[in-house]
């Protein structure tokens, strides 16, 4: 776990003082340092992550699971010229970290705050675990998000397409190209919201489960069954529920209640607002559907520009600068709760292959 915290501690400092420094040589020199040390730890973990051993396998072993094209057509190459597994995952850790440093550069009002929500947020220790999934979130949070703002459907085709061949999930995100800039009134976007909310709290309720199962014929009742199975998983008590989500809830009504000034800010805006909105009503009536759950992050990662879009709405460099410092430090602490405590995805202890 020392790693894990000395790493978070290390990314929010060096990124807290890219606030400081205007000079574009050295803020290239921060941000590629920040870059490098995410990349090594990433690169030589050994055993670390609940994945790790099943691509360990698939590339010395040949054991094949599922696995899109690309992975086999990396493998050949890399096992053709003998490399380690090490350069395996350090190749698909290098594009996922260079993709997400590309559109935070590129995309984010505050580059040193996403960089940091990057980290607590979880997105980077994931990419130990579902490292396919991630590889193509890189992906479209570059090239999917860009051709939605640029209103080019034949791009975003066309970019859906190839990043398939990284995770086929990233399919699931063609018609959002439609749903994504649709200007949803802040009245029906809370109504959804408390839907989702209704739903999560209500309906997706073991006893509720059983209770409905009674009613429906035989061959229709194994519909509902597999909720059920799912549902029986969840263990955490409401209070658990409600702290873990409350980031949500809050950070949905701050977006919805300043949705006209933020798109007057930028028309963009817009599209960030309605995918953090799909986030929420997602994360809420998924629960515990961990399949649909892992589609949800094609939706959280905006949550990466959003907060930030949010900071720029108080007024004056310092209040701004606290609040900052104020969000980073809420999320290192739910980071060290909520994934290091739980051991989420199996990524504690580290261990490197030196």
């Given at each position: 776990?020392?790693?894990?915290?000395?790493?978070?501690?290390?990314?929010?400092?060096?990124?807290?003082?890219?606030?400081?420094?205007?000079?574009?040589?050295?803020?290239?020199?921060?941000?590629?340092?920040?870059?490098?040390?995410?990349?090594?730890?990433?690169?030589?973990?050994?055993?670390?992550?609940?994945?790790?051993?099943?691509?360990?396998?698939?590339?010395?072993?040949?054991?094949?699971?599922?696995?899109?094209?690309?992975?086999?057509?990396?493998?050949?190459?890399?096992?053709?010229?003998?490399?380690?597994?090490?350069?395996?995952?350090?190749?698909?850790?290098?594009?996922?970290?260079?993709?997400?440093?590309?559109?935070?550069?590129?995309?984010?009002?505050?580059?040193?705050?996403?960089?940091?929500?990057?980290?607590?947020?979880?997105?980077?220790?994931?990419?130990?675990?579902?490292?396919?999934?991630?590889?193509?979130?890189?992906?479209?949070?570059?090239?999917?998000?860009?051709?939605?703002?640029?209103?080019?459907?034949?791009?975003?085709?066309?970019?859906?397409?190839?990043?398939?061949?990284?995770?086929?999930?990233?399919?699931?995100?063609?018609?959002?190209?439609?749903?994504?800039?649709?200007?949803?009134?802040?009245?029906?976007?809370?109504?959804?919201?408390?839907?989702?909310?209704?739903?999560?709290?209500?309906?997706?309720?073991?006893?509720?489960?059983?209770?409905?199962?009674?009613?429906?014929?035989?061959?229709?009742?194994?519909?509902?069954?597999?909720?059920?199975?799912?549902?029986?998983?969840?263990?955490?008590?409401?209070?658990?529920?409600?702290?873990?989500?409350?980031?949500?809830?809050?950070?949905?009504?701050?977006?919805?209640?300043?949705?006209?000034?933020?798109?007057?800010?930028?028309?963009?805006?817009?599209?960030?607002?309605?995918?953090?909105?799909?986030?929420?009503?997602?994360?809420?009536?998924?629960?515990?559907?961990?399949?649909?759950?892992?589609?949800?992050?094609?939706?959280?990662?905006?949550?990466?520009?959003?907060?930030?879009?949010?900071?720029?709405?108080?007024?004056?460099?310092?209040?701004?600068?606290?609040?900052?410092?104020?969000?980073?430090?809420?999320?290192?602490?739910?980071?060290?709760?909520?994934?290091?405590?739980?051991?989420?995805?199996?990524?504690?202890?580290?261990?490197s292959v030196l």
């Amino acid at each position: 776990m020392q790693v894990y915290i000395l790493l978070c501690m290390a990314v929010i400092f060096f990124c807290t003082l890219l606030e400081f420094v205007q000079e574009l040589p050295t803020r290239t020199l921060i941000s590629l340092f920040v870059f490098l040390f995410l990349w090594i730890v990433s690169s030589l973990r050994y055993y670390v992550g609940a994945d790790y051993i099943s691509y360990y396998n698939f590339y010395y072993n040949a054991v094949s699971f599922t696995l899109e094209p690309v992975y086999h057509i990396v493998r050949g190459v890399f096992v053709f010229f003998n490399l380690p597994v090490t350069c395996f995952f350090s190749f698909f850790s290098f594009i996922t970290l260079a993709f997400f440093f590309k559109s935070i550069f590129k995309y984010s009002v505050s580059i040193e705050l996403s960089l940091v929500l990057f980290v607590l947020l979880g997105f980077y220790t994931n990419s130990f675990n579902i490292m396919r999934q991630l590889v193509a979130l890189s992906l479209f949070f570059t090239y999917g998000y860009k051709y939605i703002i640029e209103s080019n459907f034949k791009k975003y085709l066309i970019a859906i397409l190839i990043i398939s061949l990284f995770h086929f999930s990233v399919l699931f995100m063609l018609p959002f190209y439609f749903l994504a800039k649709k200007n949803y009134g802040v009245i029906l976007g809370s109504l959804i919201l408390m839907l989702a909310i209704a739903f999560n709290m209500g309906v997706l309720n073991v006893t509720f489960i059983n209770f409905f199962l009674k009613f429906l014929p035989q061959n229709y009742a194994g519909y509902l069954q597999f909720l059920e199975y799912y549902l029986g998983q969840i263990k955490e008590p409401l209070w658990y529920k409600l702290v873990s989500n409350i980031d949500k809830l809050i950070i949905i009504f701050l977006l919805l209640t300043n949705k006209q000034k933020l798109i007057q800010q930028n028309s963009s805006n817009l599209i960030l607002i309605n995918f953090y909105l799909f986030y929420a009503v997602f994360s809420f009536a998924t629960r515990g559907l961990e399949e649909l759950q892992r589609l949800s992050f094609y939706f959280s990662v905006f949550s990466i520009l959003s907060i930030p879009l949010l900071v720029t709405l108080i007024p004056g460099r310092f209040p701004q600068l606290f609040c900052r410092l104020l969000v980073m430090g809420v999320y290192l602490g739910w980071f060290i709760f909520f994934v290091l405590q739980k051991n989420y995805g199996s990524i504690i202890p580290y261990k490197s292959v030196l």
